[in-house]
């Protein structure tokens, strides 16, 4: 197992003594623990330096204060560092689905759950905001993707699209949209195809989708145990799409989730919702806090 932030600094604070304010020398110390408890969460090593940089300044010259030891002030200044950077600003699980019907472009690669994020999305909008729903699969590559959609559609208890074989992404977001439309929806989410890498062909058909679409939200869904390349998709989506925000998948698994704090420092996009399992009800709204206490350890 890894072993705690705390626990780190617990021991390279026993062995300096000195009380008072902090000092750069003591802050170095620590800031090199720090640097290597990131990493081992996943953290990109830029932004990482970055946020060792940031917190620096915040923690040289501090005082320290009676009722806690060094260790666990850095702790803190580390602690609420990582929240700030992580929340960005501020609540981000409100999806911009006003003017009905508002399209949400769900974009990703192939397996990193974006068709089931679309239909837990969809869940918690019906349930929660009592929205009426359109779900429309645009993997044309993969018939059996299209099909997985129409029956989460079919579990959740909302529309999908009826499949039609032989059109191109582009002839299906249209459909979609002017289903959407005369069908009163609130919502229309474009499940767009993935692929194992990016490549040109994917980005050239996702910004097709997007010019057709005029989504009010393109959201990236990544599998938050990928670390690095988490973070190396993001960019790219983020570059040739436009995202409004990302959805980090799978961190019911024992992933430490630093990609989070990579993806929000790289792309500037807020994390918006993270998926916890495989079922309907498997999805929360991005909690910063919880994250930064997983990164810490
Ligand atoms: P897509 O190819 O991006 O559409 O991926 P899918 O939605 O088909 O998901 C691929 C697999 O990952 C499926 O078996 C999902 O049940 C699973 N999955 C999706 N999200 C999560 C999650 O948050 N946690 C876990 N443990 N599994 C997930």
Do not use: C, W
Request: charge should be neutral; avoid cysteine.
């Amino acid at each position: 197992m890894f072993e705690s932030l705390s626990e780190r600094l617990g021991g390279v604070f026993d062995r300096l003594t000195k009380q008072g304010a902090l000092s750069e020398a003591d802050v170095d110390t620590a800031l090199r623990e720090v640097r290597v408890a990131l990493l081992e969460a996943d953290v990109s090593l830029p932004v990482a330096r970055d946020f060792v940089k940031a917190v620096k300044g915040k923690a040289t010259g501090q005082s320290v204060t009676r009722s806690v030891t060094p260790g666990q002030q850095v702790v803190k200044i580390v602690h609420d560092e990582l929240v700030r950077m992580l929340a960005g600003d501020g609540p981000a699980d409100a999806l911009k689905i006003d003017n009905p019907p508002a399209a949400v472009l769900m974009v990703g690669l192939q397996g990193s759950g974006k068709t089931t994020t679309t239909a837990k999305l969809a869940k918690r909008l019906k349930e929660k905001n009592g929205k009426r729903v359109l779900l429309a699969s645009l993997d044309t590559n993969r018939p059996a993707a299209m099909e997985q959609l129409a029956i989460l559609a079919g579990q959740i208890g909302v529309d999908s699209l009826p499949i039609v074989k032989g059109e191109s992404a582009v002839q299906i977001a249209k459909r979609a949209k002017t289903q959407a439309a005369m069908g009163g929806y609130d919502v229309l989410f474009l499940d767009t195809a993935g692929r194992l890498h990016i490549d040109e062909v994917l980005m050239d058909e996702v910004q097709s989708v997007r010019d057709i679409a005029q989504p009010r939200e393109t959201l990236l869904v990544v599998d938050g145990l990928t670390g690095q390349d988490a973070v190396n998709v993001a960019t790219e989506f983020e570059a040739k799409v436009g995202i409004t925000g990302v959805v980090l998948t799978r961190m019911d698994g024992d992933g430490r989730g630093g990609a989070a704090l990579s993806m929000r420092a790289v792309t500037g996009k807020p994390i918006r919702f993270v998926g916890l399992g495989e079922k309907m009800d498997a999805l929360e709204t991005f909690e910063p806090e919880r994250v930064a206490g997983r990164i810490l350890g």
